[in-house]
């Protein structure tokens, strides 16, 4: 088992920034891949970012150049930064760790709100 736990969500106006965290504790040799997916209302749930154990990273377009993810292996913690926000990205942001590279998530987090405003 794994638990995830992420922080860093809220409200923010458009063009700001926002960075969320997610610590992983419990059965932490399992995991390779560690990052975030979102779900808007009304919407599914879609990958945002993810970053394996060496370092590989994987964007969906619509947040290239804009979000950064990065690993703190020794805190065994995920960070998503997130730049440049406009409306269209508030969804609950959800933390994810999978035992494979790039798959199907094996554990979620609780989600942390993101709301941008206009």
């Known amino acids: 088992q794994v638990q995830l736990v992420e922080s860093g969500g809220g409200l923010v106006q458009a063009g700001g920034s926002l960075r969320l965290s997610c610590a992983a504790s419990?059965?932490?040799?399992?995991?390779?891949?560690l990052g975030w997916y979102r779900q808007a209302p009304g919407k599914q749930r879609e990958l945002v970012a993810g970053?394996?154990?060496?370092?590989?990273?994987n964007y969906a377009d619509s947040v290239e150049g804009r979000f950064t993810i990065s690993r703190d292996n020794a805190k065994n913690t995920v960070y998503l930064q997130m730049n440049s926000l406009k409306p269209e990205v508030t969804a609950v942001y959800y933390c994810y760790c999978g035992s494979r590279r790039w798959g199907s998530p094996d554990y979620w987090g609780q989600g942390t709100q993101v709301t941008v405003s206009s």
């Open positions: 970053i394996t154990r060496g370092g590989s990273t």
């Open positions: 419990g059965n932490i040799f399992s995991i390779n891949a």
